[in-house]
Structures are given as structure tokens and as C-alpha cells.
């Protein structure tokens, strides 16, 4: 089984910052992207950041200069370093991977969700 455990979400004021973790544990091969979304109430889900095995990272436009994400690999571990937060992004962040289970080698690939971490930015 594998399981995603996010951690440092919180409450900060608006301008602020906040570094979330996501670490990967079980059963694992090896981890190809990984990422970061919210879904803001009455709002679709959005993908907030990527990160390839390779370290290539893509964001959405919005967070662009102020949201940085990095990995661990050693660690099986993502980050998410958000500064200059505002208060239209509090919200559940969650993390996800995409990765090949461990069985015998390497196993089927799968998707794998984190359970979310709240993030609230006051005004």
C-alpha cells in the first residue's frame, strides 16, 4: 500500500508564507511526477504545481514568481514553498503522485492522492 502525508499547512496573514510537505511511503518502485492542487469552494479543482522525476516544474500562472516546488528523492518528499500568500488562496492543498508500485520489481503505475492540508490566509 502506498500512502501520501502532507504536512505545514496553517494559518498565516496575507503576504505571508508557508512551506507544505507531502512524503510518499509504502510500496514503492519509483515516483515519476508529483504535484500540487486545491479546489477553492464553488471553484473547479485547480493543478497549482508539477514536478518531474527530472525536477522539470510547471505552475499555473497565478503562482507564478511566488509558489516554488522541489523534491527529495531520496526521500520520496515534495515541497511547496508559497510566499506572498492572499487570502483568495485559502483552501485544502493536496498532493499527488504518480509512481510504479513496488511488486516484484516494478509493479503497475498509479496515481496516489495526499488526504490535504488546510492552508487559510487572513486578511
Known amino acids: 500500500q502506498v500512502q501520501l502525508v502532507e504536512s505545514g499547512g496553517g494559518l498565516v496573514q496575507a503576504g505571508g508564507s508557508l512551506r507544505l510537505s507531502c512524503a510518499a511511503s509504502?510500496?514503492?518502485?519509483?515516483?515519476?511526477?508529483m504535484g500540487w492542487y486545491r479546489q477553492v469552494p464553488g471553484k473547479q479543482r485547480e493543478l497549482v504545481a508539477t514536478?518531474?522525476?527530472?525536477?522539470?516544474?510547471n505552475y499555473v500562472d497565478s503562482v507564478k514568481g511566488r509558489f516554488t516546488t522541489s523534491r527529495d528523492n531520496a526521500k520520496n518528499t515534495v515541497y511547496l514553498q508559497m510566499n506572498s500568500l492572499k487570502p483568495e488562496e485559502t483552501t485544502v492543498y493536496y498532493c499527488?503522485?504518480?509512481?510504479?508500485?513496488?511488486?516484484?520489481?516494478?509493479?503497475?503505475?498509479?496515481?496516489?492522492w495526499g488526504q490535504g492540508t488546510q492552508v487559510t490566509v487572513s486578511s
Open positions: 509504502g510500496s514503492i518502485f519509483s515516483i515519476n511526477a
Open positions: 499527488t503522485a504518480d509512481l510504479y508500485i513496488k511488486r516484484l520489481g516494478r509493479g503497475p503505475r498509479r496515481d496516489y
Open positions: 514536478i518531474t522525476s527530472g525536477d522539470l516544474t
